[in-house]
């Protein structure tokens, strides 16, 4: 069963002559362990299609999926949680909170509700060959170490889904390389079914499938 599935989803902003067509009957299946990436334009869909699956924008038409639970059903209080604990999110600068040292950036998402099967903060920090920071605030790292951090904040609840937004965009090519490898190791030993949007053609040897989104329709580059 997919962890995450979108079925003839259309988002459409605006009225009159002002619409906009952000998500065009755009269908996706991922599964568990699978490390997919979408690439295109910028203004092409990409960001929306991630706010959709995050359960964070409700589209016009169609059905999105999480775990098998249909989120057009489900109401504000489900989606929060949903979103809580079946949902990473990984950002383009890891987003971290400045006042925070990296372990209790890992802490923190711990603290607003039960989580049924929390990974090890101080595991998942050597995971991702961060330990050796722990005490360290965000500004103290460098920005392929934010990232890592940011990896790792969004895989301590155990998510089913992981959405992750340009990771590679203020990196070199080495660190790219790093972090992607990451991610597609994480999503394939822990059964994370991973979405990556990305403008950064040279990481996609390390993805298990490969979608174009152009103008709000989304087609399969390859698999």
Request: net charge negative; charged share 25%.
């Amino acid at each position: 069963m997919s962890a995450l599935s979108l079925k003839n989803v259309t988002l459409v902003h605006g009225d009159g002559e002002d619409v906009v067509t952000a998500l065009d009957d755009v269908s996706i299946d991922v599964t568990p362990g699978e490390f997919v990436a979408i690439v295109g334009p910028s203004g092409s869909g990409k960001s929306s299609l991630l706010a959709v699956a995050g359960a964070l924008t409700t589209p016009t038409s169609g059905t999105v999926t999480v775990g098998g639970v249909d989120l057009g059903t489900a109401s504000k209080k489900e989606l929060t949680r949903i979103r809580r604990e079946h949902i990473g999110f990984v950002f383009q600068s890891g987003n971290l909170l400045g006042a925070l040292t990296v372990e209790d950036q890992l802490r923190l998402p711990l603290t607003f509700g039960k989580v049924e099967n929390p990974r090890s903060p101080a595991d998942l920090l050597a995971s991702v060959g961060m330990s050796h920071k722990a005490k360290r605030r965000p500004h103290q790292l460098s920005g392929g170490e934010r990232q890592r951090v940011g990896i790792a904040r969004a895989l301590v609840t155990s998510p089913d889904v992981l959405l992750v937004d340009e990771p590679t965009a203020a990196l070199d090519r080495r660190r790219s390389h790093e972090i992607v490898e990451l991610l597609a190791r994480e999503a394939h030993e822990h059964g994370v079914a991973t979405i990556m949007v990305t403008h950064d053609q040279d990481v996609l040897v390390h993805c298990d499938k490969v979608y174009e989104m152009i103008d709000g329709t989304l087609k399969a580059v390859s698999s």
